[in-house]
């Protein structure tokens, strides 16, 4: 037999043979053991709503991070002024500028584009990553790729690996493009523009 809190949360476990109760296991979520947690939600126990699934994965963290036994080494350590990106295993300083691999156990620089100018500066990026049911017409075009937006108004395409320029296109005298973005229902590259004063 379960009895219930205040609340409607399950509190003890008694057995009518017994008269001695018994903690009931699964009312403590934060001291349930991480790998019955990761079992229990691959086998879909619990609720596929994105916000619940979010708040569970937030515990089972918080409760491993924040154990006495929880011991941390610092591994490596960067500053950056600019924000820094993540994007599939790679870090980006520096407005896209210097890119670490973060699949070694300490990140592994990839490359470094030169400095530029402010004028020349890259204001914003986006990874393109070719669909693997899709068959384009170069082989290279396969291979991802970062697409720099830059200040004076040309895109640059760079290889993810080595940071080699691979195109430039000059977008236009007239209009200032200062963002890059993806629209996922219509799978095409846009840019948008702001007004000159």
């Known amino acids: 037999m379960i009895e219930e809190g205040a609340q409607g949360n399950p509190l003890m476990m ?3 043979s017994a008269s001695t109760e018994t903690p009931f296991k699964h009312a403590c979520p934060q001291r349930r053991n991480a790998t019955a ?3 229990s939600r691959s086998i879909g126990l619990f609720s596929s709503d994105p916000g619940k699934l979010l708040r569970k994965n937030m515990s089972l963290l918080r409760q491993i991070v924040l154990q006495d036994t929880t011991h941390f080494t610092n591994v490596w350590t960067r500053h950056s002024k600019s924000p820094i990106a993540y994007e599939s295993g790679r870090i980006y300083f520096e407005n896209y500028r210097c890119c670490y691999s973060s699949i070694p156990p300490k990140p ?3 490359y470094e584009l030169p400095k530029r100018a402010k004028s020349e500066k890259i204001e914003d990026a986006l990874l393109c990553q ?4 899709k068959t384009l017409p170069r082989p290279s075009d396969h291979k991802p790729c970062l ?3 830059t200040a004076n108004n040309w895109l ?3 290889s993810t690996t080595t940071g080699e320029q691979l195109q430039k296109v000059f977008l236009s005298p007239r209009y200032k493009f200062r963002y890059l973005g993806w629209d996922v229902p219509q799978q095409t590259l846009f ?3 702001v007004q000159n004063k």
């Open 130 to 133: 070719c669909p693997l049911d």
């Open 191 to 193: 840019m948008k523009s």
């Open 147 to 149: 697409l720099a937006l």
């Open 37 to 39: 947690y990761l079992n």
């Open 108 to 110: 592994l620089q990839l």
């Open 156 to 158: 640059y395409c760079y």
């Open 14 to 16: 008694t057995s009518s």
